[in-house]
């Protein structure tokens, strides 16, 4: 890719390293998760079965959402052989989804659920989940 030709500071690149991290982060919290399956009372009152489960589920998915978004700010400026529409609007996604993932690690840590199988975060998060998915397709539209 031309560097003289991108505007998107390397954007994909953050994204792909929030990614990975919360790969390795999803993968720790499922080695903790089997063990604490295997020895049931292993950390049990420093941080649960029901609270490592939720995290474990939301990570591992949650990094490929992290990853697909680094990929799409990486391809876009070269399939359009231009620049980024909004560099300041992709920070601003990588901002949104770190404090989003934050706030749903928060969120299960403090046992505060939605009820909902695997993805237990309270329903109100999912409008930050909304915007994420906006700004990204604003960006694809307005490239496009």
């Known amino acids: ?36 399956y295997i020895v049931p009372g292993w950390l049990k009152d420093e941080l649960s079965f029901e609270r490592v489960r939720p995290l474990h589920v939301t990570m591992v998915i ?34 949104l ?9 928060a969120c299960y840590f403090a046992g505060v659920f939605g009820g909902r199988e695997y993805f237990e975060f309270p329903p109100a998060i999912c409008n930050s989940n909304a915007c994420n998915l906006a700004v990204v397709c604003s960006q694809y539209v307005a490239d496009a």
């Open 62 to 95: 949650s990094w490929i959402f992290a990853g697909a978004m680094g990929g799409i700010y990486y391809y876009l400026p070269q399939t359009v052989k231009g620049k980024l529409y909004s560099p300041t609007l992709a920070v601003a996604h990588l901002v």
């Open 1 to 36: 890719m031309n560097h003289s030709q991108s505007n998107n500071l390397n954007i994909h690149f953050l994204f792909i390293a929030v990614a990975l991290s919360v790969l390795i982060a999803g993968v720790l919290f499922g080695v903790v998760g089997g063990i604490q």
């Open 97 to 105: 989804f770190i404090l989003t993932g934050l706030s749903i690690i």
